[in-house]
């Protein structure tokens, strides 16, 4: 049995974007916020944790990610549950719980959902998981940003073009950030979970767990490598350990790190959070890992533990 990992954890991951576009809204360009500042989605980092997990840990069930039929078709909440566990099962009224509870024990079995919770509406049972790691919008902390445009052309004629004469293939338009620095703060609250895992004596979140979270959380977006995502890559990862039992709060890091002209990630505000007494005395331990070589941290708190990114 893999030990139960119980501390909380408050943290940030820190994306780069080089000439790329991690993150589109529906007209394709980079989202931006009503101030201008320019962000990425929660849904973003999670997709790449979980594509992370789905390539590189087989042996683990990662529920919520988009998966085919023999028929190319994306499957349905249903059709993806029967392909983890068989047909869903069948109840009356009277024993409306133990179908619950049997799609309650197998979702808890799915690594995603113990990490980030999930919705199941079905006829039988609506369950609502609340995840483990909350995760925010990461927003963009380097000022020297700019979106931009560029023409792209087809190798293929328009189809709709009837004329006999046309030596015009299509063009299009593709937008990327010159250079960006996202903040997504996140949280790690065991106990969520532990109402639902009581119902079926599931041993809750495992250090398995947080062990192979961290390794996708340092790594998911560097390996997910498409083309308009060449260029963004993971940068830095912050995490704040409580000790077991501590009832302590922590602000949201994201308006704590700054990104200066020179690309330094500068921690003094973080530090000076984490340095007064009564917080000193929640801590277990502060990690943070990056690229030494090609990534330069100022101002870090006391007694921080610097490991490599990978």
Request: proline share 3%.
């Amino acid at each position: 049995m893999n030990n139960p990992f119980n501390n909380r954890v408050f943290g940030c991951a820190i994306v780069k974007s080089i000439n790329a576009n991690y993150n589109a809204d529906f007209s394709h360009q980079p989202r931006t916020l009503p101030d201008g500042s320019v962000y990425a989605t929660d849904k973003a980092f999670k997709y790449s944790i979980r594509n992370y997990l789905t390539k590189h840990h087989n042996d683990e069930k990662i529920f919520y990610f988009k998966s085919l039929s023999e028929e190319m078709q994306p499957r349905s909440l249903e059709e993806t549950y029967t392909r983890f566990f068989g047909p869903l099962p069948k109840s009356d009224k009277k024993e409306s719980q133990k179908a619950r509870k049997i799609i309650l024990e197998n979702m808890l079995s799915c690594l995603d959902v113990r990490l980030f919770g999930g919705t199941f509406a079905s006829k039988d049972a609506n369950l609502s998981l609340h995840g483990t790691v909350q995760i925010t919008h990461g927003v963009n902390k380097f000022e020297d940003s700019h979106i931009y445009s560029e023409q792209i052309s087809s190798p293929f004629r328009n189809s709709g073009d009837t004329s006999s004469d046309s030596m015009q293939t299509t063009l299009g338009t593709q937008f990327k950030l010159s250079e960006g620095h996202y903040v997504h703060h996140f949280s790690i609250n065991p106990h969520n979970l532990e109402e639902m895992n009581k119902q079926v004596n599931h041993h809750g979140l495992s250090m398995k767990d947080i062990t192979i979270l961290k390794e996708a959380m340092k790594n998911g977006v560097t390996f997910y490598d498409s083309a308009a995502k060449a260029g963004v890559e993971n940068e830095a990862l912050m995490w704040v350990q409580l000790k077991e039992g501590s009832r302590m709060v922590l602000p949201s890091l994201v308006n704590l790190i700054d990104i200066n002209k020179e690309r330094e990630i500068d921690l003094s505000k973080v530090s000076a959070l984490l340095s007064r007494e009564n917080t000193q005395k929640e801590i277990d331990k502060i990690e943070i890992y990056y690229n030494q070589a090609v990534t330069k941290v100022i101002n870090a708190p006391e007694n921080i533990i610097i490991n490599e990114l990978n």
